[in-house]
């Protein structure tokens, strides 16, 4: 495909580049009229704005970054393996930045890749993310973004995601079924959207199944594994306590185990334990454990066709740049009912 | 630090450049004479040499590129985040690529490295990788290269390693006092040099305790769990089975631990288990696992220090280039001894 300068666009409609170029940039200067006909045009012609023009244009990097909040966690090792798988078929060098789950990090690294050493986007915001100004300013900038598992909706060229809300809702409801009336919620302090979404489709489950939710069932932990260890304990140590503990992401699960065992709660017979996890060695812990087990690896594949395709101008169907993938709920012995 | 060019070189000796060149290709037009005046120069100037010289010389690209097997492991999960903090801390950006155990792709990646994106690599080879000339090719064009946990010696400017011989021996000998006297071995087939001085290790500790290492000892394994799992049940229905299982890989765990169970052999009641692995989860299995534990953070961040300093062209005491970080023994359940 030939790379549409706004020489192109200019010389098509008969305007000057300028007007073009102010055009393109949302001027007052510019009748909503041509701003309509200038940005119909060049979406046809799949123009690409950039200030690297010739990085982007000239010699295309052959590069995608990946920017995720942490490695060490078996969700985006998957998904980095999916991504990796993708790019290299196609030729592609992943460049991986992780964020430590802080925001101030993300918008460093995003800065940074404003200089044009990449074609594109992949990323999946920190916890701390609550609004998109660092990411549109790559959006702006023409530079292709697809987000995946943690998003903003409709600012990148796509979103990967899997149905939290109906996974939750099905876990939770197979607690209830195991007998559990007094479930528990584990999660980090920040806001994240599929964590609320996670939370949404718990509370709807009790509210179908005619149980109370109690702010006392949310359990709201931090960054450090001892303090959240202690708080799992003390609330397993009240007179309430839940008869199930459903953990809304992976690094809560073994401080909810360790939290069991110190307070001799054996699972699954007096308390039973989910989470949303996927720990390859779910299947061998004390006890095996169910989980809401995501498609990591099919996510990053996802992700990354996406994003390729975008990067190398092919039409992507509006109706493609929303993949949700589900999720698979994998039972295990942790939430088996206990028949004596 | 101001970038020295041929042109420098050429005037502080009063050769000309093309002396210069030839005499740093080691060419034999050139006397050695001649070629050990050039080199010391070179050397104590901090010459950097490569084909891409407007890249690495011109405008550093800041990156260093990541070479490991895989990210879906505890190990090397844990290890980019400690390359990560030392790099991001130096505003260096982290290329991670995966080899997926496959020489064919390490060779692939190396050479695509060569186009001089990069300012320097760390690398842990492949289970194939049994001959370095893919990387010294890189080597001779001048990039640093540092290698981590799985190294070729005295090829790069630095190695960063553990114990694993002394750890492998510890772990044997703690088996052997805990009262095994018929320890199995699991390894993969392909031949890796860790891999190796881990069951060096492990037959001295036979040795120096009086048993005998027999090959039904060694357990071979592929790439396909549920093969190994089989192998592995397999030998557990052995008339002269193994009273402890050392894995010498994470990734032999889980299908370790499957077969016990399917075989229902209790650990450690029957069968003591233990391995070489980072696993988060080993002290929630069933039952905790007794792990040597390497210092996998740790390793990352020595090795981007070293490569760093390297590249800023920083003098590394050769002592500093070969660094070893010991393991750590982590007992646990699976290995005690069992006393009605």
Redesign the interface.
Known sequence: MKNISMKHLAKALNLSTATISKALSDSYDISDETKQRVLKLARELRYIPHAQASSLRGKKSK?IAMVIP?????YF??A??GV?KIA?ADGF??????THEQLE?EKAILK?LLNG?IDGLLISVTRQSEEAYHINELVAAGLPVVFFDRIFENIGRGEVTTNDYRASYLLTEHLIQQGCRNIDFLLFSNALSIIKTRLEGYKQALLDYGLIFNTENLIVCSNHDQENERLIQYRLGHKNRPDAIIASVEKL??CT??AC?LKHLSIPETIKIAAFAN???A??????MTTITQPAFEMGQAAASLLIKTIKGKSVDPAETKVIIPSKLDLRKSTMLYTT
Not at 283 to 288: A, E, G, K, Y
């Open positions: 590069t942490e490695v060490a966690d078996s090792a998957q980095i393996n990796e290299y060098h992943v460049l991986i930045y992780l990090r940074e050493r699960v073994i185990y360790h065992a720990l390859p060695t299947s061998i812990l004390q006890p095996p």
